[in-house]
């Protein structure tokens, strides 16, 4: 029976596999620019919707918001990829991690932003509006920046978790991180690159995790 | 001068907020370069007078000219109204992530589409009037809560108002700063600008008011010059409340 290190850091098998997986973490890197950015302009809309005074807008907002923030973002996945095309609609994985990851993020961010907006005192809004600037010129210029500032480790930190979610696209056969390194996993009969794949995702996370963990340090001192 | 027409002409304003009815039929003209400065109990009515002034609030009843544009006509554009009155609030309320002269140059840059150097150059000017020359690039976190507020004042004048509505631009403020914010507002009114000031300043409405408005209960019970309002009321809530204030 082969020993520990052989079988979980096996440097042969890392380094053979390596390759693969830095593909891997490519897809994975692109996956991140696309649904990051897709969520948080989902969850701006969400949030800014919110601020309607009408209750058929907020209604169904707070349904959307609470809906995916509970259905796991795993089944989700499955249902749109393996469960559409039951209903008659084929949609590629990619497409389904896309769709599957936009509606949960935006769910999340609207929250930590519609949270970040309400944090800034009306007073703001309505200094904003008397020198005359409209609507969107003062939640743009005056309430946002303050919003954002005011959730940004919230901010952060769901973007850290949304990071580790990509890992879930690899149930879709979507060739990111997770995924390559299953498949050399299963070619070498060996979990050296899962653990080679977990180590990646570390040293690719670690900063910002710090960053995290500073920015919380200090929104409590300034308090 | 008489016959100038008003800046702000006030008829049978009302404001409900649900079922209490907060303002009930407001009269005022405040003409060219008057200062009119407006008391009353807590609760009374003088914020929301104001903040219709500007449709902060929205009014129930009632018409409000300002400059001769119907500020509650549907083809009103608000912004070009709002911009033409300054409003100066209790809390400051200056953008926190701005600094002075970023503060007043907004609205410069973004209602008045000046160019960056000419809103800079307003901008400085405003300061300088208010007495912050040397503070252009401090933040408000920075700034004394009397500097903060001629900031605020700054921010207003930048766009070269008709008349400024003052709600109670003291009342935030440590005694030794009042005096401050108090002689801007005198050399504002000196320049002839037209002002609505509620305030329970009441040495600063003997020396500067033309005229004391007394609300209470959503009403202006009554009005006249200062030295009538405080030295012989009419009505017996003015009187109440005049002996109140000074007795304080
Ligand atoms: N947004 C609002 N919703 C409900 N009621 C309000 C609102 N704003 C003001 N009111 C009520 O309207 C009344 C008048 O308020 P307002 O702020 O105009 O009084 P004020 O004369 O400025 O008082 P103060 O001297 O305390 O500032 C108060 O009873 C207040 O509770
Ligand atoms: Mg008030």
Same mark, same amino acid.
């Given at each position: 029976?082969?020993?520990?290190?052989?079988?979980?850091?096996?440097?042969?098998?890392?380094?053979?596999?390596?390759?693969?997986?830095?593909?891997?973490?490519?897809?994975?890197?692109?996956?991140?620019?696309?649904?990051?950015?897709?969520?948080?302009?989902?969850?701006?809309?969400?949030?800014?919707?919110?601020?309607?005074?009408?209750?058929?807008?907020?209604?169904?907002?707070?349904?959307?918001?609470?809906?995916?923030?509970?259905?796991?973002?795993?089944?989700?996945?499955?249902?749109?990829?393996?469960?559409?095309?039951?209903?008659?609609?084929?949609?590629?994985?990619?497409?389904?991690?896309?769709?599957?990851?936009?509606?949960?993020?935006?769910?999340?961010?609207?929250?930590?932003?519609?949270?970040?907006?309400?944090?800034?005192?009306?007073?703001?809004?309505?200094?904003?509006?008397?020198?005359?600037?409209?609507?969107?010129?003062?939640?743009?210029?005056?309430?946002?920046?303050?919003?954002?500032?005011?959730?940004?480790?919230?901010?952060?930190?769901?973007?850290?978790?949304?990071?580790?979610?990509?890992?879930?696209?690899?149930?879709?056969?979507?060739?990111?991180?997770?995924?390559?390194?299953?498949?050399?996993?299963?070619?070498?009969?060996?979990?050296?690159?899962?653990?080679?794949?977990?180590?990646?995702?570390?040293?690719?996370?670690?900063?910002?995790?710090?960053?995290?963990?500073?920015?919380?340090?200090?929104?409590?001192?300034?308090? | 001068?008489?016959?100038?027409?008003?800046?702000?002409?006030?008829?049978?304003?009302?404001?409900?907020?649900?079922?209490?009815?907060?303002?009930?039929?407001?009269?005022?003209?405040?003409?060219?370069?008057?200062?009119?400065?407006?008391?009353?109990?807590?609760?009374?009515?003088?914020?929301?007078?104001?903040?219709?002034?500007?449709? &902060?609030?929205?009014?129930?009843? /009632? #018409?409000? =000219?300002?400059?001769?544009? $119907?500020? @509650?006509?549907? *083809?009103?554009?608000?912004?070009?109204?709002?911009?033409?009155?300054?409003?100066?609030?209790?809390?400051?309320?200056?953008?926190?992530?701005?600094?002075?002269?970023?503060?007043?140059?907004?609205?410069?840059?973004?209602?008045?589409?000046?160019?960056?150097?000419?809103?800079?150059?307003?901008?400085?000017?405003?300061?300088?009037?208010?007495?912050?020359?040397?503070?252009?690039?401090?933040?408000?976190?920075?700034?004394?809560?009397?500097?903060?507020?001629?900031?605020?004042?700054?921010?207003?004048?930048?766009?070269?108002?008709?008349?400024?509505?003052?709600?109670?631009?003291?009342?935030? &403020?440590?005694?030794?700063?009042? /005096? #401050?914010? =108090?002689?801007?507002?005198? $050399?504002? @009114?000196?320049? *002839?600008?037209?002002?609505?000031?509620?305030?329970?300043?009441?040495?600063?409405?003997?020396?500067?008011?033309?005229?004391?408005?007394?609300?209470?209960?959503?009403?202006?019970?009554?009005?006249?010059?200062?030295?009538?309002?405080?030295?012989?009321?009419?009505?017996?809530?003015?009187?109440?409340?005049?002996?109140?204030?000074?007795?304080?």
């Amino acid at each position: 029976m082969p020993g520990f290190v052989e079988t979980f850091f096996n440097l042969e098998i890392m380094r053979a596999a390596l390759p693969y997986l830095l593909q891997g973490l490519g897809t994975t890197l692109l996956l991140v620019l696309l649904v990051v950015p897709l969520g948080i302009a989902g969850g701006l809309a969400v949030a800014l919707l919110y601020r309607s005074p009408r209750r058929r807008v907020r209604w169904p907002l707070i349904l959307y918001v609470d809906f995916f923030r509970a259905f796991p973002p795993l089944v989700l996945l499955i249902f749109l990829y393996a469960g559409l095309p039951f209903a008659g609609i084929e949609i590629g994985a990619f497409t389904a991690v896309a769709i599957g990851f936009f509606l949960n993020n935006s769910a999340y961010y609207g929250e930590v932003l519609r949270a970040g907006i309400e944090s800034v005192p009306r007073g703001q809004w309505e200094a904003a509006r008397s020198t005359g600037l409209s609507a969107p010129r003062a939640m743009l210029w005056v309430v946002l920046p303050q919003a954002v500032r005011n959730v940004l480790p919230d901010l952060v930190g769901n973007t850290l978790e949304v990071v580790k979610l990509t890992s879930l696209a690899s149930v879709v056969a979507l060739p990111e991180l997770l995924f390559a390194a299953r498949q050399a996993q299963s070619l070498t009969y060996n979990p050296s690159p899962i653990v080679l794949a977990a180590i990646i995702y570390l040293v690719l996370l670690w900063p910002f995790v710090r960053l995290l963990s500073r920015l919380e340090h200090r929104m409590l001192v300034s308090r | 001068m008489q016959r100038e027409p008003p800046v702000l002409s006030i008829r049978g304003l009302r404001k409900s907020f649900g079922a209490t009815e907060v303002l009930r039929g407001i009269d005022l003209d405040v003409r060219p370069r008057e200062l009119v400065f407006v008391i009353g109990p807590s609760g009374s009515g003088k914020s929301t007078l104001l903040r219709c002034c500007n449709r &902060l609030e929205e009014p129930s009843d /009632g #018409s409000i =000219l300002f400059d001769g544009t $119907d500020i @509650r006509a549907p *083809g009103t554009d608000i912004n070009a109204v709002r911009r033409r009155i300054g409003m100066v609030f209790q809390s400051f309320n200056l953008y926190p992530h701005m600094t002075a002269l970023g503060n007043v140059t907004l609205a410069l840059r973004q209602v008045l589409k000046k160019p960056r150097r000419e809103a800079d150059e307003i901008a400085a000017a405003a300061l300088a009037r208010v007495g912050l020359a040397d503070k252009q690039g401090a933040y408000p976190g920075e700034l004394s809560g009397g500097q903060q507020q001629r900031v605020a004042i700054a921010r207003a004048l930048a766009l070269e108002p008709k008349a400024v509505l003052f709600d109670e631009p003291t009342s935030a &403020l440590d005694p030794e700063l009042v /005096g #401050s914010v =108090l002689q801007v507002m005198r $050399d504002l @009114r000196e320049a *002839g600008m037209t002002m609505v000031v509620v305030s329970h300043e009441m040495g600063f409405a003997r020396a500067a008011a033309d005229r004391v408005v007394f609300m209470d209960q959503g009403e202006i019970v009554e009005e006249g010059p200062p030295a009538a309002i405080f030295g012989a009321p009419q009505h017996a809530r003015t009187r109440a409340f005049v002996d109140q204030i000074v007795r304080h």
